[in-house]
């Protein structure tokens, strides 16, 4: 026992000497790293699993530990892409790499990295988040932290087009499974320059994918199509849509889950039939929520303003559903089109029917040939769109008119409510001071200087059934009172 300080004295000699042996031959070596470039570009390539090319290597030993400084990488993926670099500046902290036991760098900075890949953003249903290969786990996992200057990463969006991310400044920092970023980027495309974003990340890892997390994006006047998935191109045809916003955005399962988007400024156009659409928001605040493969979107105050008039204030709420049941002929299925909303001008609307018109087609020739206005209060539809016969509806209106839709007589100055579905519904109504044409019964329109009536109807199998109840209409020449059945 009396060695034993004496041999802990000798062996923490040894070491020192050791450390101090191996921190001068460093000295002495890294300044020739450049003559061992092949042998190292062959160890980053076992590493990788990716063959790189270096032009330059230049390294030297500080106080903290090594610094290098590499030119002109250049590296082939396996999707056909690229990853080229300017200039690569990475000083190590040794002792506090010991300390934490894992890479701790002092600075690691990427200046002029061009990414390109050309796998898209989104390969199918059975994706779940980014998969960290060989290549990743350098920069998720290896590298606390590492920055990027005047970088540019090209990607395949979710509208199909390329698109180039130019990288200004970003950090990124890593934790054992957290992943944070701060920064700003560039979007453009084929199109132009789509605008300068702030981003922040917050991102978590999950047995090896990055999926979950938050992202907060703020712009100002940026155009917002590159990042609308093909459903909307092909079904809203967007000629322009550019906002000032700020959007926080939540991961899970590699998907997009929720989301906020405060639309500061800005606006939309879309192809019309004989012309375009615009749209333009003030201060609008939008909610997003994804349950499995459904979609919901929600504006509590509709500050909205389209082809030059201003909506009411009011609240805008719709959601799609995937491919259900419905019934009828042959158990039909059908994706579904749910809609809610509270004090909506229905003239104000017409700039929305050739987006309805692509949606469905029957949905679009009814609303072409009926061109309704008036008030809706209260408004619910679930649309399902290869079934628009199963369509569920409640409402609640004033002040509504149309123009006559086959056996569906015109009208105006009527207000009432309206609940059931196209096969079974009930209709509450009452008119004052109105003229209702119907060319298939009457040869000029008929005036109704007071009406009311509640009718009840059935369309099914058997044919079409109609009740009607308390009816009271008074007409030119015409006072009615009475009961229905038909």
Do not use: C
């Amino acid at each position: 026992m009396r060695r034993l300080p004496g041999i802990l004295l000798l062996t923490g000699a040894t070491l020192v000497v050791i450390v101090a042996l191996l921190v001068s031959g460093l000295r002495l070596v890294l300044p020739h790293l450049d003559s061992w470039r092949p042998q190292v570009l062959a160890k980053i390539e076992s590493a990788t699993g990716i063959p790189v090319d270096v032009s330059q290597l230049s390294a030297s030993w500080q106080n903290f530990g090594p610094t290098l400084d590499v030119r002109d990488i250049n590296a082939s993926l396996k999707d056909g892409g690229h990853l080229k670099i300017k200039r690569v500046t990475l000083a190590l902290d040794v002792w506090q790499s010991l300390l934490h036991m894992r890479w701790q760098f002092r600075d690691l900075t990427f200046w002029q990295l061009q990414f390109l890949t050309n796998t898209p953003l989104n390969q199918g249903d059975n994706s779940k988040g980014i998969e960290t290969n060989r290549f990743s786990d350098l920069f998720l996992r290896q590298f606390d932290h590492f920055d990027l200057r005047d970088s540019e990463i090209s990607f395949i969006t979710l509208s199909g087009q390329r698109a180039e991310l130019a990288i200004p400044q970003l950090t990124w920092l890593n934790g054992k499974d957290r992943h944070r970023a701060e920064g700003q980027v560039n979007l453009s495309s084929l199109n132009g320059q789509h605008g300068i974003m702030q981003v922040r990340m917050d991102l978590r890892d999950d047995n090896g994918l990055l999926n979950k997390g938050k992202v907060w994006l703020q712009a100002d006047d940026v155009d917002v199509k590159p990042w609308l998935g093909k459903w909307m191109q092909d079904n809203v045809a967007l000629q322009r849509a550019r906002f000032s916003l700020e959007g926080w955005l939540t991961l899970a399962d590699g998907d997009i889950s929720a989301g906020d988007v405060w639309l500061k400024q800005g606006g939309a156009a879309w192809k019309g039939d004989m012309q375009s659409h615009d749209m333009s928001v003030d201060n609008l605040t939008a909610h997003v929520t994804r349950q499995g493969d459904s979609w919901q979107f929600s504006i509590p105050d509709t500050r909205i303003t389209m082809d030059g008039k201003a909506w009411p204030r009011g609240a805008l709420t719709m959601a799609w559903v995937p491919e259900q049941e419905v019934g009828g002929v042959n158990n039909k299925r059908s994706d579904e089109l749910r809609i809610r909303a509270s004090n909506l001008d229905l003239a104000s609307l017409d700039g929305l029917r050739p987006i309805a018109n692509r949606i469905s087609t029957a949905l679009g020739e009814v609303w072409e040939a009926t061109q309704p206005s008036g008030q809706i209060d209260t408004l619910a539809l679930d649309i399902p769109l290869q079934a628009t016969e199963k369509t569920r509806f409640q409402a609640s209106w004033k002040a509504l008119s149309w123009k006559q839709w086959k056996l569906l007589p015109g009208a105006e100055h009527f207000g009432g409510k309206l609940e059931g579905s196209v096969e079974n519904g009930r209709l509450t109504a009452e008119m004052n001071d109105a003229k209702m044409p119907y060319e298939t019964v009457f040869r000029a329109p008929l005036e109704i200087e007071k009406g009311t009536a509640i009718l009840n109807w059935l369309n099914n199998e058997k044919g079409f059934q109609l009740d009607g109840r308390d009816i009271d209409v008074k007409a030119t020449g015409v006072h009615a009172r009475g009961n229905l059945t038909g």
